[in-house]
């Protein structure tokens, strides 16, 4: 039995046959020209090479450069401790008081011993005197001048003598009230008010958080170029920087991990860094300088763990995947792969983005 079909229905099938294969193949057309002016509006940079510098990153240790313990200089009772653990402490301030009724009888008695040895000296001195006239005139022999003589001179030593005990005296007094050698933060505080301490008592300990310094351990096949560049920057948590003023390093290495101990110096006055000491922080190091291509910050899209650059090609928009290396200081970051010199990259991700959806829902639809 055979079937016959209308005209009709031949003209039907073939116009769905059209369309469907004009459909499929959709995607493969140019862009409208809407989305080609789209994507001719965006900024676009170029991938570039740049001079890079070559780094190491270490792990490093903050620590203070003045760290000490404040021991007592005389002996006597402790009657105040004004500062506890944790408190700021200004350079020159009163940090503890010690009695000072031994000291002030000592400083007393260098008084009194200075105005004994001044009137001694008043009175040799008007001998001589007297006896260096009468020895011109010939009166008194040469032996008896020399006495007088000897005895003024005696008695200035004295002097000298008692000026020097009051000067220690006065000291030692002083020594009763400690100050701060200078300005930091009491981490410990050795003694209680009450105590009896002696000279070399253990009182208070004190740290500067002015003058920082980083120690990081170096490996031996890395000391050479570190030698040569002498240049270091810390990198801080929020991803700011530091650069060192100075590199200390060993001359010799420790024979049990084959590094050298180095000390990565930092300007004065971190205290807004939020750097403490006995905090780790990374430390990298310059090796040389190397060409890498590199991209502005603001044309990478960061999506977690994966990154990646809108690039122009050909009138179109794609996205591709790159692998980063470090963030330089000019705003710009290094690609290792993904990107070919002279790419053109779109500057604005958001745009970017914008535009490359609008590009793939043309092509979908």
Same mark, same amino acid.
């Given at each position: ?30 862009? @409208? ?207 700011? @920087? ?14 049990? @991990? ?74 710009? @970051? ?32």
């Amino acid at each position: 039995m055979k079937f016959h079909f209308p005209s009709q229905f031949h003209f039907a099938a073939t116009l769905l046959v059209f369309f469907l294969l004009t459909g499929c193949s959709e995607s493969s057309r140019p862009l @409208t020209p809407g989305i080609t002016a789209s994507i001719g509006e965006l900024k676009t940079v170029l991938a570039s090479k740049q001079i890079v510098t070559e780094e190491l990153s270490l792990d490093g240790t903050v620590e203070a450069v003045n760290r000490a313990t404040v021991s007592a200089q005389t002996a006597g009772r402790v009657t105040e401790l004004p500062y506890d653990v944790g408190d700021y402490i200004a350079k020159g301030d009163v940090i503890a008081k010690i009695t000072a009724n031994e000291q002030n009888a000592g400083v007393k008695a260098a008084e009194a011993q200075l105005k004994e040895a001044n009137a001694v000296f008043a009175e040799a001195d008007a001998q001589l005197k007297r006896m260096k006239n009468v020895y011109e005139q010939g009166v008194v022999s040469k032996s008896q001048y020399d006495q007088a003589l000897a005895a003024q001179q005696s008695a200035a030593a004295r002097v000298e003598s008692a000026k020097a005990a009051l000067a220690d005296a006065r000291q030692r007094l002083e020594y009763t009230t400690v100050v701060a050698p200078y300005s930091g933060v009491m981490v410990s505080r050795l003694i209680d008010v009450g105590a009896t301490v002696t000279v070399g008592t253990p009182l208070l300990e004190g740290v500067s958080l002015n003058d920082l310094r980083v120690r990081v351990d170096i490996p031996q096949q890395y000391i050479l170029p570190i030698r040569q560049q002498e240049q270091a920057r810390v990198i801080l948590d929020n991803g700011n @920087t530091i650069q060192a003023e100075q590199l200390r390093i060993s001359p010799s290495a420790n024979p049990q @991990t084959q590094s050298f101990n180095t000390l990565v110096e930092l300007p004065n006055d971190q205290q807004e860094s939020a750097l403490y000491p006995g905090t780790l922080v990374k430390v990298a190091f310059a090796l040389g300088d190397t060409t890498h291509i590199t991209v502005p910050d603001s044309a990478i899209a960061r999506r977690g763990e994966v990154n990646g650059v809108y690039v122009i090609k050909e009138n179109s928009l794609r996205f591709q995947y790159v692998r980063l290396g470090r963030s330089l200081t000019n705003g710009n @970051t290094v690609v290792l792969s993904g990107v070919l010199d002279g790419d053109t990259v779109a500057a604005d991700v958001i745009a970017a983005a914008a535009s490359y959806k609008k590009q793939h829902f043309v092509k979908q639809g």
